[in-house]
């Protein structure tokens, strides 16, 4: 869990607080594994030494909290979220809680309202509706939409899932493959010049492969030429490691060159057709919700949260 102040860094950080695992109760988890199991239909069971200072830590400072399997981590994720909603003096607008899932997001939901229902504050509970419990991308997506107008946002966009994503790849490779890669090979043939053919068939196979790797680049900013530089340098070392005769060297070069050449209309492919189709993937989320707020437009939102709670940190 994370929180600091909205107008500043945090003034400072605990050291990090551990909550154990199961096989490491001393270190402040649920007393017992019969407690852990328990846990879920026992939303008010009393908190560890460990847990209580997670819970009331002030929010001028930074909290890093360290937690195994089964030491209780989401109830005192919940309990943090309620203490300072009903005794440090914040609104649910004001507190941020960022899951690693939507299914994470749902159930701490869930755990929230029935909370605030055995403590008699139905308001509360139902004002949790717009409360900012997500996970990243529900989080990105919902600041856009919000701030559309501002941020340059179409409403109208439709965020593709992993599956659809494949599907629109797969569409692109498709083309890609009837148009260049056939072209490239029909001029190497009628030169007599059996490298570039030879590799055409490797580039093909590697096309697939090219989508994902577009997609990772894309989601550490990196650009096409710094794509290139990184698949050259595995490609020297893939050389080395398999100790590749000369013209298998030569045909992985040209492989390498022809792929360089070809990346950058491959993003401007993938590009257009998303914008044809009015559609976004987890990386368009992120990246333009990250120029948003790096924006002036943004300066409202910025100082909008006062805690931030983030679930499952090592993962985002």
């Not at 001028?60 to 203490?83: F, I, M, W």
């Not at 991308?137 to 439709?158: D, K, M, T, W, Y």
Request: with cysteine.
């Amino acid at each position: 869990m994370h929180g600091r102040r909205s107008r500043s860094r945090c003034g400072g950080s605990m050291p990090p607080i551990e909550l154990g695992s199961r096989s490491r109760p001393r270190l402040g988890s649920v007393a017992t594994a019969r407690t852990a199991r328990s846990a879920g239909r026992r939303s008010t069971m009393s908190l560890t030494p460990n847990q209580a200072r997670i819970v009331q830590a002030t929010t001028d400072q930074c909290v890093l909290v360290n937690a195994g399997p089964g030491s209780g981590k989401t109830h005192v994720l919940v309990e943090r979220y309620l203490h300072l909603i009903t005794k440090g003096g914040f609104q649910i607008p004001d507190v941020l809680v960022v899951t690693f899932t939507r299914k994470a997001a749902r159930e701490l939901k869930e755990r929230l309202a029935r909370r605030l229902l055995e403590a008699g504050r139905l308001e509360t509970s139902l004002a949790l509706e717009t409360a900012w419990v997500t996970n990243f991308h529900g989080l990105c997506f919902r600041l856009l939409r919000e701030n559309a107008l501002v941020a340059g946002f179409e409403p109208a966009s439709r965020v593709q899932d992993e599956v659809e994503a494949a599907d629109v790849c797969q569409e692109l490779r498709r083309e890609f493959l009837k148009g260049e890669l056939a072209e490239e090979a029909l001029a190497a043939e009628e030169a007599g010049n059996p490298v570039p053919a030879a590799v055409v068939d490797r580039v093909g196979r590697a096309f697939d492969h090219s989508v994902q790797v577009l997609g990772r680049a894309r989601e550490n900013l990196l650009g096409a030429e710094e794509i290139v530089t990184v698949a050259a340098n595995r490609l020297a070392t893939l050389a080395t490691e398999l100790k590749l005769d000369e013209d298998a060297l030569a045909q992985e070069r040209a492989a390498h060159e022809y792929f360089g050449r070809c990346l950058p209309e491959v993003e401007a492919r993938y590009e257009a057709l998303k914008q044809k189709e009015a559609l976004l993937d987890f990386v368009d989320l992120q990246t333009r919700a990250v120029d948003f707020l790096r924006s002036s437009a943004a300066a409202r939102v910025r100082t909008q949260f006062k805690v931030i709670l983030v679930d499952e940190f090592q993962d985002t």
